[in-house]
């Protein structure tokens, strides 16, 4: 199936009934622009409560520092990251403000939309969106959106400004709704029923595979952190991640956890040879108790040490005051401490090893390109699908039945148009005219009774067409997600298995061919008896989830034959 050739042919099938029906003025241009965007890349939007750090994850993934960061609450903008060269480098912002107008724009433009006073979030309001550019190969096929946090800004000024700027907020949330076709949404380490509210509004309980979560700052808690390793610490976050999944009621696909700002300092460290320095100097302590004296806490690390011999020990080591200031420069030291641990018992590879598996970034790259970024024509296609679909559906259940009161006068409103001179027109011939377009309004926006059915028939088939597109779409989508599942647990099944779980997936065409009913009834009994024996862990749940899948699978081939 070409996705994109068989969602054209059902969007052009649309737009021809719109051109005709009594509503072109009303939806001409909605379907136009879906019909343009099948072709372009997806919109992924990145949403989440103020300071839940997206920005700071965009530009993570990006790989660039472009994305605004700020401590406090950055801009009330949205910020579009799409690929392309910037013409001119002194002005490399496009403003699209809510008039429609563009404009390119300097980075001092960018500083003056930062803060929360008046004036800032005037200016802010005025603008619907920002875009940047870059040659990033991220951006080939998906547009980044970075939203504005949720529960955001402005209580501490008037309540007129504060109205505004939340309607603004609220009517931009709805069209980023609308328009992505992917959501990425971060959530605190601490579950927050904000986080939940966000969850709510920005996900659809109908195609939860769209929408992932990310648990950011999981770095917050390493303060507390006693004993043990980051491969149980990262197994520990992946529980509480689980744990949170079942609370949103599976509104997401899936949580992950990530530290941003570990995986930003163990790169910059990684490239300025910083690390080499750390653990040259960390590893000067050999009595453990010392070690792990000045590890414990930022106070023993950065402040000078008491009873003086304890402090001139270490400055005989290497680690005076002033060196140990040095060490953690540039370095919360929260990320330090575990950097320098992993640093102490581990060699330079196996530690960056370690600790960029427990930051999580890489990981999630992998999953965002096999499940976001390789599904990007689907998911685009799919969500082209669903919009005409609520449109066609919306004038089938509102827009049709308003006309049918009129169904029984249109004979006797035509004829009365007929029997009318029009003579307050002086000349003959627009009289005439204007009866003729009289004469055709009347007819192309009153329908009588049979015309009704008709048209019923007509909207019902359209809307059937477009509901076998997505189904279609919906099943590629889910073998795209059985094959991912299992590609990223092999180890839970056995070699045939796999190979049988591939052909249901409809990875091997020839395979699925030959099957005869019998077989795939045979094959249906196994997997279900296999999915009774699935263990209660985290490796049982998973295998469950792939068999099942597999199993809805069989269903449908049976249903087929």
């Known amino acids: 199936m070409d996705i994109i050739e068989t969602t054209r042919r059902i969007l052009t099938k649309v737009k021809d009934y719109i051109l005709n029906s009594p509503w072109r003025s009303e939806y001409e241009a909605e379907i136009e622009r879906i019909l343009l965007n099948i072709d372009q890349p997806c919109e992924l939007a990145v949403v989440g409560l103020v300071k839940a750090g997206k920005s700071s994850f965009i530009n993570a993934l990006l790989g660039e520092d472009l994305a605004v960061v700020d401590v406090t609450e950055a801009t009330a903008t949205i910020n579009y990251f799409r690929y392309g060269v910037v013409k001119d480098p002194d002005k490399p912002i496009k403003v699209v403000w809510n008039d429609g107008r563009e404009e390119w724009q300097t980075r001092q433009f960018l500083d003056s939309l930062q803060g929360s006073t008046q004036d800032v979030l005037e200016r802010a309001a005025n603008i619907d969106h920002l875009e940047y550019f870059l040659p990033n190969e991220l951006l080939e096929h998906i547009t980044i959106v970075d939203t504005p946090g949720t529960n955001s800004v402005v209580k501490e000024h008037s309540d007129r400004l504060s109205d505004y700027l939340s309607q603004q907020n609220i009517q931009k949330s709805n069209n980023i709704k609308q328009r992505a076709d992917a959501v990425i949404v971060l959530v605190g380490h601490v579950q ?158 196996d530690a960056v090893a370690h600790l960029k598996k427990y930051a999580g970034m890489d990981a999630l790259n992998h999953i965002l390109q096999q499940q976001f970024f390789n599904r990007s024509r689907i998911m685009r296609c799919y969500s082209s699908l669903q919009k005409v679909h609520s449109i066609i559906a919306g004038i089938l259940e509102i827009k049709i039945p308003l006309l049918r009161k009129n169904a029984p006068y249109k004979e006797r409103i035509l004829q ?60 590629s989508n889910e073998k795209s997600e059985g094959l991912l599942l299992l590609q990223q647990n092999r180890d839970l099944f056995k070699e045939d298995e796999i190979r049988q779980l591939e052909t249901i997936f409809g990875r091997n065409k020839t395979d699925i061919g030959i099957l005869t009913r019998d077989d795939i009834c045979q094959q249906k009994v196994t997997w279900a008896m296999k999915r009774e024996f699935c263990s209660t862990d985290s490796k049982g749940l998973v295998r469950r989830k792939i068999i099942e899948l597999a199993l809805d699978f069989y269903d449908r081939l049976i249903d087929k034959i």
């Not at 690390?275 to 000078?304: G, N, P």
């Not at 309004?441 to 597109?469: A, C, M, P, R």
């Open 192 to 349: 927050k029923m904000g986080d939940e509210d966000v969850v709510n509004k920005f996900t659809d309980t109908t195609n939860p595979f769209n929408f992932i979560g990310i648990m950011s700052k999981i770095d917050n808690e390493w303060e507390g952190k006693e004993g043990g390793t980051l491969e149980e610490e990262c197994n520990q976050w992946k529980r509480r991640c689980t744990t949170y999944s079942e609370r949103l009621n599976d509104r997401l696909h899936s949580i992950h956890p990530v530290s941003v700002l570990l995986h930003q300092k163990v790169e910059e460290l990684l490239q300025n040879g910083r690390l080499i320095e750390i653990q040259s100097a960390i590893r000067q302590i050999r009595d453990k108790d010392y070690y792990d004296f000045l590890l414990r806490s930022s106070v023993a690390f950065e402040k000078k040490i008491e009873p003086d011999e304890l402090e001139a020990y270490y400055e005989c080591i290497g680690l005076s005051l002033d060196a140990r200031k040095r060490l953690t420069e540039g370095i919360p030291f929260t990320v330090f401490k575990v950097i320098a641990d992993e640093l102490y018992h581990h060699s330079i590879t």
């Open 416 to 475: 009365e148009i007929d029997n009318l001179t029009f003579d307050f027109y002086r000349n003959k011939l627009d009289g005439t005219e204007f009866k003729s377009l009289l004469h055709h309004f009347v007819k192309n926006s009153i329908w009588t009774e049979q015309e009704y059915k008709s048209q019923i028939g007509t909207v019902e088939t359209l809307i059937l067409d477009i509901e076998n597109g997505i189904a279609q779409l919906t099943e």
